[in-house]
């Protein structure tokens, strides 16, 4: 690595290899750029500019010389990001380093208990879990932060291991966080009408017998990322009772004059109805809340993310979108938890 370029190897000594490319998320096309053969060397070689980014996720697309390829982790570099569709290699810059948390053990676990909850709207069942702070009453009304793709959040994110931290510390009052995981994400959470209805009809009704919550709204915070942002804040519009903030990460605010490589995502048109809708106008029952927004400054949603902080400033919201050096991934996603949703949280809950 120099202070300009990220030097990639694949070691190739009986030329098996027909072609090698870079897969990764910080620029496009995701596939690309190619790898180059040196003829005197045993194998392949690929020089990228550093992006905006302190870290760097990424695999390797191999083509053999049968005509087979293969996505893998680059077998030279054992620095690995999980992820909902398996591990992948990180390059880390000397100017990143991990929250001081992320190492460290909290002297005491929250509880996290597991069910589910039903939905007529949907037609459907969802799983769902509920971590409490150590020491609570199951009984006594408590703040509830509501967390789309839960279980991604705690497994990738580690959001349960940060909640955990915070209430040893008392960086937070006593709360609880209902995990919920989607049913067909890509449509749910895509400025769906249904969805919105089935949360705030389905969904929190039943949060509210399992995690009794004090009365109104700001003790409600809804968070997400990508399209669980999205959603998020659609059902906020719909409902502007719901939640008296939210915490939404790299929102998929996705809009036709930035976001054209979109298009042939599913629901694109109806995704971008709504933020077209969300831009050019103010909904007659809407009451600003606090709103923080974080992004990578490798992400292709950061334009349509100042987009909206914009749209949503204009219209009377308080809001933050804070620009991180990382890309559209969890460990991003997990590095921006501290300060900025504690600092979110204590506002309204303090």
Not at 259 to 286: I, K
Not at 290 to 313: F, K, P, Q, S
Request: hydrophobic share 35%; glycine share 6%.
């Amino acid at each position: 690595m120099t202070d300009s370029h990220i030097k990639f190897s694949v070691h190739d000594p009986d030329h098996d290899l027909t072609r090698v490319r870079l897969a990764h998320e910080v620029a496009r096309p995701r596939l690309g750029p190619d790898f180059l053969r040196f003829p005197t060397r045993s194998g392949w070689e690929l020089l990228l500019p550093r992006p905006e980014a302190d870290r760097v996720e990424y695999q390797l697309e191999i083509n053999h010389g049968n005509g087979n390829s293969e996505l893998i982790c680059d077998p030279t570099n054992p620095l690995r990001a999980p992820g909902p569709f398996g591990d992948k290699s990180v390059v880390e810059m000397p100017e990143y380093a991990p929250p001081a948390w992320v190492g460290s053990e909290p002297e005491a676990r929250g509880n996290v208990t597991s069910f589910e909850v039903r939905s007529r709207a949907l037609r459907a069942r969802m799983r769902a879990s509920l971590w409490s702070s150590p020491g609570t009453d199951p009984a006594e009304p408590l703040p509830l932060l509501v967390v789309h793709d839960g279980s991604d959040y705690a497994n990738y994110s580690s959001l349960t291991h940060f909640l955990d931290h915070c209430a040893v510390a008392r960086e937070l009052p006593p709360m609880r966080a209902a995990l919920l995981d989607p049913v067909d994400r890509d449509q749910i959470y895509s400025a769906s009408a249904t969805y919105a209805r089935a949360l705030a009809h389905d969904l929190l009704p039943q949060l509210a017998e399992i995690a009794p919550t004090p009365h109104g709204r700001s003790a409600r915070v809804g968070m997400g990322a990508s399209l669980g942002a999205l959603a998020m804040l659609h059902a906020h519009r719909r409902t502007p009772a719901l939640f008296g903030g939210l915490f939404l990460q790299s929102g998929s605010y996705f809009r036709p004059r930035v976001d054209r490589y979109e298009e042939g995502f599913v629901r694109f048109r109806r995704v971008a109805r709504f933020t077209r809708e969300l831009t050019s106008r103010q909904p007659e029952n809407a009451h600003p809340i606090a709103i923080t927004m974080t992004c990578g400054t490798a992400e292709e949603n950061l334009a349509n993310n100042v987009i909206t902080r914009d749209a949503l400033e204009a219209q009377g919201y308080t809001v933050t979108l804070v620009e991180h050096r990382d890309a559209h991934n969890w460990v991003s996603w997990r590095d921006t938890l501290y300060p900025h949703l504690v600092d979110l949280l204590k506002g309204l809950w303090s």
